[in-house]
């Protein structure tokens, strides 16, 4: 099993800035991806930023240039720098782990963004 736990969400006026942060621990071996996703009210669950295993990251073409994907690999964390916020950014973040060996995806309980104009 593996659990991830976030941080860092919160309440932020346009322009502004938030990191959040996701701690993997567990059974964690071998490859994964590891990355964020997001889920607006009334929208599905869509990708973000996916860091894979031993690749580059993966972004949405929406937060391209605004938002940093990074991981720390002996640490398993996994970050998510989010500058020049948009109302549309707006939404409750997930951490998820895609372990390659298992084909098992884990999720976070999630943390709320919330963007004021």
């Known amino acids: 099993q593996v659990q991830l736990a976030e941080s860092g969400g919160g309440l932020v006026q346009a322009g502004g800035s938030l990191t959040l942060a996701c701690a993997a621990s567990g059974s964690i071996f071998g490859r994964n991806a590891m990355g964020w996703y997001r889920q607006a009210p009334g929208k599905e669950r869509d990708m973000v930023a996916v860091?894979?295993?031993?690749?580059?990251?993966n972004y949405v073409d929406s937060v391209k240039g605004r938002f940093t994907c990074s991981r720390d690999n002996a640490k398993n964390v996994v970050y998510l720098q989010m500058n020049t916020l948009k109302s549309e950014d707006t939404a409750v973040y997930y951490c998820?782990?895609?372990?390659?060996?298992?084909?098992?995806?884990?999720w976070g309980q999630g943390t709320q963004v919330t963007v004021s104009s």
């Open positions: 860091f894979t295993s031993g690749g580059p990251v």
């Open positions: 998820n782990l895609l372990d390659y060996n298992t084909g098992r995806r884990y």
